[in-house]
């Protein structure tokens, strides 16, 4: 068994007094945990508007922050190498302009679907230049997602709800036809050469979707329905891609509550529900799901997930983080945040999202992760809680935009899209999480590390939240370090090659800081999953997303690690 030693002494500053602490952190290469699929972003709404509106010069800028792999002549990355672009499928609001009930006309969205069921493949032309240039950059997952059925298979006639409250807003005569609109789109895009790895039919179904933007309420009835006919369509177009369900706007829906879309894991993997759906060959065993409304205190953000992930393990699911912003009230100041969002630099906000993903990726093990969303304006003093990259419109003098963005303007990246880089762009697909102990103190340090498929290279990510510096020195058996670069954000650098934190005897984890260190390792780990849950037969279902049938009794290796089926 090989293990990674970090000796950590945190130096913390007083008026009066000076006190030392000193953990030990221990990096254990046998134990293994989830794979990660992908670190992703949303192009919905305003990458159209970038496209359409800002120049060449401003447009080529945001798809090398967003998905470039390259270093600068300073060993600097130039972007964060996003691994999945998350597509918004349009219901046609765009289309109907003010008749849509969405009264921001950036949050209107086109339709490749016209009303006569013919396609134009000219419209969305915007989106479709980001996903080329995510495709020309690498970027080699794809994902679609629709938030409302088009218009004309809707029952009001609009993208949402109308200011009326409805339990589902597709006619009930369209599923067949919205599975036919999606699977079109997703075959069309597929055979332009790219790797469409999900089609997500539904959005946050448990909302009531009244206006402001597109969507619907689903109800469980529904979404297993809608995913029957999907999965049809898939398998009629030979298509690969797997549908993702059910995209919960918290998480603590997907393992209980009551009313609407709630129970979500039981209600579609568990044999003895009436909406299961767990055998269908183009559903992924996977449970998708944002990070929304559970990340105000400690306390949710790991108890919360890891019921999330005890419920999903119980059927052999995988669990995703497909959309999060700092969307609800700030968080506690028990949990390392200023007094306040106004108090609130936008270094602590983007530190704040490195302390989520930590948890997300650590108690839920989530084998994905996305931001909500690449582009927006900042707007009434909510600094950076919603956008990885800012747009100003021309003429703006300040970080806000209340301008028209049709007029063109200028794009400035900021803190969040270096933080999620620190993640993003060396956690690459394929990489395992493995075992760490020591650091995980939610107000202090913590520490999540990966193994490259060949072994050859250890990502460790830091996070530190406290006000002091951490100091540490990494001990690794059998001299398994042969080299180590190591990248820095905090208020003062972004993503920044730090070369004089590349001794592994003597490293500094600055206060308030993210660090990522990539580490090339000398030889092969032999790597051994060792994790060992018990579970009764009549509570696993799809192992590995494959199978449909109870796993038999015995060992079985799932999602990287190792279970034990009684």
Not at 104 to 116: F, G, L, N, P, V
Not at 466 to 479: C, F, P, R, V, Y
């Amino acid at each position: 068994m090989r293990i990674v030693s970090l000796f950590i002494i945190g130096h913390l500053s007083f008026s009066h007094a000076v006190a030392q602490t000193t953990a030990e952190v221990t990096i254990d290469l046998t134990r293994t945990y989830q794979t990660i699929q992908d670190f992703g972003a949303s192009d919905c709404w305003t990458a159209e508007y970038v496209s359409d509106y800002f120049s060449t010069t401003e447009k080529e800028k945001a798809a090398k922050w967003l998905f470039s792999q390259q270093m600068d002549k300073n060993g600097n990355p130039e972007g964060i190498g996003l691994s999945c672009w998350r597509v918004n499928l349009g219901a046609g609001s765009a289309e109907q302009g003010t008749n849509s009930n969405i009264a921001d006309e950036t949050r209107r969205a086109a339709c490749y679907q016209k009303s006569d069921m013919t396609y134009d493949w000219t419209r969305c032309d915007g989106q479709q230049w980001f996903m080329k240039r995510a495709k020309d950059y690498g970027v080699d997952h794809f994902l679609l997602f629709s938030n409302s059925a088009p218009v004309h298979m809707t029952k009001n006639g609009k993208a949402n709800a109308n200011n009326q409250t409805i339990s589902c807003n597709l006619k009930d005569d369209c599923y067949d036809d919205f599975a036919e609109y999606l699977a079109t789109i997703t075959k069309h895009f597929v055979d332009e050469g790219y790797n469409v790895t999900y089609i997500d039919p539904v959005n946050e179904p448990r909302f009531d979707w009244k206006d402001g933007q597109e969507g619907s309420p689903w109800e469980n009835t529904n979404i297993a329905q809608l995913a029957k006919q999907l999965d049809k369509s898939i398998a009629s177009r030979n298509l690969s891609t797997k549908i993702l369900i059910p995209e919960a706007s918290s998480w603590d829906l997907v393992y209980g509550g009551t009313g609407r879309a709630a129970n979500q894991i039981y209600a579609f993997f568990n044999r003895k529900s009436a909406n299961y759906i767990g055998d269908l060959p183009s559903l992924a065993k996977v449970v998708a799901g944002h990070s929304y409304w559970t990340f105000r205190s400690n306390a949710d953000l790991k108890d919360i997930r890891e019921k999330v992930r005890n419920e999903a393990a119980k059927y052999f699911v995988e669990v995703m983080q497909t959309e999060w912003s700092m969307l609800d009230a700030a968080p506690e100041t028990s949990a390392g945040f200023p007094e306040s969002y106004e108090t609130a630099s936008k270094m602590d906000i983007a530190l704040y999202m490195g302390k989520l993903i930590f948890c997300d990726l650590c108690y839920g093990n989530m084998s994905g992760w996305s931001y909500w969303t690449a582009f927006a304006t900042e707007r009434y003093s909510q600094k950076n809680r919603f956008y990885l990259i800012r747009m100003n419109a021309t003429g703006d003098t300040g970080n806000e935009s209340y301008g028209d963005i049709k007029k063109g303007g200028h794009l400035t990246v900021d803190k969040n899209l270096w933080v999620l880089g620190n993640y993003s762009r060396f956690i690459r697909p394929g990489y395992k999480r493995v075992a760490v102990k020591g650091a995980d103190d939610l107000n202090g340090l913590m520490g999540s590390s990966w193994l490259s498929p060949d072994e050859k290279t250890l990502v460790t990510v830091f996070v530190n939240m406290s006000q002091a510096s951490k100091k540490i020195g990494i001990k690794m058996a059998d001299n398994a370090i042969e080299s180590m670069k190591t990248y820095l954000t905090d208020k003062n650098y972004s993503l920044k090659y730090q070369p004089s934190l590349n001794d592994a005897s003597q490293m500094e984890i600055p206060a308030r800081s993210v660090v990522t260190i990539v580490a090339q390792l000398s030889n092969a780990t032999g790597i051994q999953a060792t994790s060992s849950p018990k579970a009764s037969d009549n509570k696993f279902y799809g192992l590995n997303g494959h199978q449909t049938s109870h796993p038999s009794k015995g060992i079985h290796i799932y999602n990287g690690q190792k279970y034990i089926v009684q």
